[in-house]
């Protein structure tokens, strides 16, 4: 790898610092630009883009949504043509289409790169799934080796502009089924006198069968420092990206089931008593006169159930 390769870098939190670190630990002169100054390299995004030599590479590694796109088009008045934008956060893939041609037309690149692998990325490596040109992608390729985990894996060019966003959108989703599975095995196992150790079941599993994966991993982690997970709150936010999977799914006819599920059952995590639930509970009680439990009886979530090993093992990113 040259040692010449430089890139900027918007956006130095947990995930950005740890990149400009594990890029610049691979030989590469990494500029970095933070609102937080005493993280930062530079003192502007002009200033950022005056410390690059032509043709300029500069990675957005900031919250998806306004926060990027403005950060696109501030870059996109201060950039050359030639030059390139990477977009590493984890923008809609549909975004990538409007800031490509809005680049475009000053002649500018734009490549969008999915990132995984969150705070540990910087010891293991990043998967990286990236869109755009080859020409453009092929600008940015040291900082993708640099990046993406020893050996043959962990790095895909997936297609035009929006692939990399869109594959990254599709990982999530399965991982919200994946980790939807672990709970609810978790809850189950837990559910009954029979079985003794629920975390024991869980650690014995991280070898030689066919569910073992690094969330199993994390979650026997998890569980080796909380065994009950009474520190837990049972509540599960999503990002975003597994509500665009399943609008993607719906507007091509595609079933996603699973995935589907493990998205409503975090909406269930929120909820302190399900309002459908007091609808069937009343539903009851008029067609078959079964007891109805007064409010106060019914309690509130404590952290125990889906939700809570769901939240307890969502390392993203």
């Known amino acids: 790898m040259a040692a010449t390769f430089e890139i900027g870098l918007v956006g130095l939190g947990k995930m950005g610092g740890f990149m400009r670190e594990r890029m610049r630990q691979r030989g590469i002169t990494v500029v970095g630009y933070d609102r937080n100054q005493d993280l930062s390299d530079s003192t502007s995004l002009a ?25 696109i088009e501030q870059l996109g008045e201060l950039l050359q043509p030639g030059d390139v934008i ?34 540990w990325g910087l010891k293991n490596g990043y998967a990286l799934m990236v869109g755009g040109d080859a020409a453009n992608v092929s600008l940015a ?10 050996g043959e894996f962990g790095f895909v060019h997936a297609g035009g502009v929006g692939a990399g966003h869109f594959a990254k959108m599709v990982h999530n989703g399965i991982e919200y089924g994946m980790m939807q599975a672990y709970a609810e095995g978790y809850e189950l196992l837990a559910a009954v006198d029979v079985v003794e150790n629920v975390p024991a079941i869980f650690k014995s599993w991280r070898e030689g069968t066919v569910i073992r994966s690094w969330l199993l991993d994390l979650l026997d982690s998890a569980l080796s420092a909380d065994p009950a997970l009474d520190k837990v709150r049972g509540y599960a936010d999503d990002s975003g990206e597994g509500r665009w999977t399943i609008e993607a799914a719906i507007d091509h006819a595609v079933p ?3 995935i589907t599920a ?56």
């Open 262 to 317: 493990s998205l409503f059952a975090r909406f269930a995590s929120r909820q302190v008593e399900s309002p459908a639930m007091k609808v069937v509970a009343s539903l009851r009680n008029q067609f078959g006169g079964h007891a109805i439990l007064p409010e106060t009886a019914a309690g509130s979530q404590t952290g125990e159930g889906i939700g809570a090993t769901a939240g307890a093992t969502d390392h993203q990113h």
């Open 47 to 71: 200033d950022l883009v005056s410390q690059l030599t032509a043709p300029r590479k500069v990675w957005v590694m900031v919250p998806a949504g306004d926060p990027t796109r403005q950060t």
């Open 256 to 258: 996603l089931p699973v």
């Open 86 to 119: 990477i977009d590493g956060g984890n923008s809609k893939y549909t975004d990538d289409q409007v800031h490509a041609a809005r680049l475009g037309e000053k002649n500018i690149g734009f490549v969008d790169a999915g990132v995984s692998g969150g705070v």
């Open 141 to 150: 390729q040291p900082a993708f080796d640099a990046l993406k985990p020893e």
